[in-house]
């Protein structure tokens, strides 16, 4: 085995991590640092709720809230936020995405505590039921969250033609009004929040690279359903508070800050996968977040020329299957094989780059998306300024897994 990997994402990474033996991930906290600054810069004084999803692992969550322009989580489990109230790293959790998991609703309505401090998302009278139904007669009052739908739909609001995520049943103004009347006139419920996630604006690059048709497309829908979910939003508020008080109302994500902090209506925004700086938050014109997690994998075959057979390395992302949901050589000397691709145990690339591999080298990778990437590490390696400072465990190296 060579003594040191010739290839390279960043040497002061490379250097601190070269006693450790592949496969493992590494976190370049000076990018990680100022991932997190330049979020809170482009929020511009409006609270960022960080994502937790986007990054599963306790150690990076708590320096972000530690953060100026942090406050608050958003969960995407029940079961995560009571664990994260319970060992202290929040007493102000909303779970992004309702819930039918009824032991961990039980548990929320029996503990006064965390009933406090954990918010669940509710889009109907439905979901109601559920928590009704889960916590039984000695209970606390569940604060609960309105999902309001924030897709596009552009041929008169009709779910014809829809841009967005399927998410919440609840789009035009009388429906949330309605819905909240409802909520509000249950007992045991106390409704304290909108929120709208508006992903065709948050989630889809308007840059994508040498594509400039399909970003001329994206940036025309992104437009003009920017003007569409900031009237309608408002519009919704207004109707949500003239039938009780709610403590925020959220919305966007890292992909669409700037637009989104322009609303008056809305109170704080979402954030965590720009901490990260993943692959698919490269096409954006609007930000430049610096890659802050990176994976390396080893050497383990030399099948021909111009070719190296890596161990593992297929952490897919999840999402619509395409070639931008698979990690990415960070050398641009290398690629992935249209064949292979990224594989559960071997990974083979291809380029200039791969001659100069030996057994034993590593080649570092970026994935896709935040947080997925700690679902296959039990451990996150901190680096700063060239020195390895510390191992912090991900979500799974603590035993726990929200999927």
């Given at each position: 085995m060579s003594e040191q990997p010739r290839r390279s994402p960043d040497a002061g990474l490379d250097t601190a991590t070269r006693h450790l033996d592949a496969p493992f991930a590494a976190v370049d906290l000076a990018a990680y640092r100022a991932n997190t600054a330049d979020l809170a810069r482009r929020a511009r004084g409006t609270p960022i709720r960080l994502v937790t999803k986007s990054v599963r692992c306790r150690s990076l969550i708590t320096k972000a809230l530690e953060s100026p322009g942090y406050s608050g989580l958003l969960c995407y489990s029940l079961e995560e936020a009571l664990w994260l109230y319970r060992v202290g790293v929040s007493d102000d959790l909303v779970v992004a995405y309702p819930s039918v998991d009824r032991v961990a609703l039980r548990?929320?309505?029996?503990?006064?505590?965390?009933?406090?401090?954990?918010?669940?998302?509710?889009?109907?009278t439905e979901h109601l039921d559920v928590i009704d139904a889960a916590a039984g007669p000695e209970r606390a009052e569940v604060r609960v969250c309105l999902e309001v739908d924030a897709?596009?739909?552009?041929?008169?609001?009709?779910?014809?033609?829809?841009?967005g995520t399927r998410r919440s049943p609840v789009h035009t103004v009388a429906q949330a009004r309605d819905t909240a009347t409802r909520i509000v006139a249950r007992r045991g419920f106390r409704l304290v929040g909108v929120m709208a996630y508006e992903g065709q604006i948050a989630g889809l690059a308007d840059a994508p690279a040498k594509q400039p048709l399909k970003a001329a497309a994206l940036r025309w829908v992104q437009s003009r359903s920017r003007t569409e979910i900031a009237e309608r939003r408002a519009a919704i508020v207004?109707?949500?508070?003239?039938?009780?008080?709610?403590?925020?109302?959220?919305?966007?994500?890292?992909?669409?800050?700037e637009s989104?902090?322009?609303?008056?209506?809305?109170?704080?925004?979402?954030?965590?996968?720009?901490?990260?700086?993943?692959?698919?938050?490269d096409d954006y014109s609007r930000f430049d977040p610096r890659p802050a997690v990176q994976f390396a994998l080893p050497v383990v075959h030399r099948p021909r020329p111009g070719t190296a057979t890596l161990y593992g390395g297929g952490y897919i992302a999840s999402g619509a299957i395409g070639a931008d949901r698979q990690p990415r050589p960070v050398d641009p000397g290398l690629r992935l094989t249209r064949i292979e691709g990224a594989g559960e145990v071997q990974t083979p690339v291809v380029g200039p780059g791969a001659d100069e591999l030996r057994l034993g080298d590593r080649v570092w990778f970026r994935h896709a998306k935040g947080g997925e990437l700690a679902e296959r590490f039990l451990d996150y390696h901190l680096v700063d300024d060239g020195r390895l400072l510390d191992s912090v465990p991900t979500y799974r190296g603590e035993g726990r897994s929200f999927g």
């Open positions: 548990d929320l309505a029996t503990d006064r505590g965390a009933a406090a401090a954990i918010t669940v998302m509710v889009d109907s897709s596009w739909r552009p041929l008169r609001g009709r779910d014809v033609l829809h841009v207004r109707a949500v508070r003239e039938i009780t008080t709610v403590e925020f109302v959220n919305g966007g994500g890292t992909g669409s800050i989104t902090v322009a609303e008056q209506a809305v109170t704080e925004v979402a954030a965590g996968s720009g901490l990260v700086g993943p692959t698919l938050f």
